[in-house]
C-alpha cells in the first residue's frame, strides 16, 4: 500500500513539472463572461487587455510588449517598425478575436470560453 501511494505521488509530480508546457485542457466552462472577453478583445485587442481578464497572463504580456515596442520604434522616429509591430499584433488580435468568437479559445486554465 505505501509503495503504491509513492508511485502515485511520483507520477503527480512527474506531471506537475511538465505543466508549463503541456497544459491540462478541461472540457468545463470557464466561469469568465463570454461576453466580456469579446468585447474586451474587440475594444481593447491590441492592449492584452482580453488576455489578462480570462487570466492568460503570458498572451496578455505579449500584447503589452508588442504595444511598448511600437510606442518605443514610433517615439525614436521608425515608423516603418512601428506601423509593423502595430500590424502583427492587430493580426494576432483579430485571429484571437476569431477564436474567441467561434468559441474555440480557452482561458488561462485551459477551460473553453463559451456562452
Not at 500500500?1 to 511538465?18: D, L, P, S, T, V
Not at 504595444?67 to 518605443?72: E, F, K, P, S, Y
Amino acid at each position: 500500500m505505501c509503495c503504491a501511494a509513492y508511485a502515485i505521488a511520483a507520477e503527480e509530480n512527474r506531471n506537475a513539472a511538465k505543466w508549463p508546457m503541456q497544459m491540462k485542457m478541461s472540457s468545463e466552462k470557464s466561469p469568465k463572461s463570454y461576453g466580456i472577453a469579446v468585447t474586451l478583445c474587440g475594444v481593447f485587442g491590441v492592449l492584452g487587455v482580453h488576455h489578462f481578464y480570462l487570466e492568460d497572463w503570458l498572451h496578455g504580456l505579449a500584447d503589452v510588449a508588442l504595444l511598448i515596442m511600437a510606442v518605443g520604434f514610433a517615439i525614436q522616429g521608425y515608423i516603418g517598425l512601428a506601423l509593423l509591430v502595430v500590424a502583427i499584433d492587430a493580426i494576432h488580435t483579430i485571429v484571437i478575436f476569431y477564436y474567441l468568437i467561434v468559441e474555440k479559445w480557452r482561458d488561462g486554465q485551459g477551460r473553453p470560453v463559451t456562452l
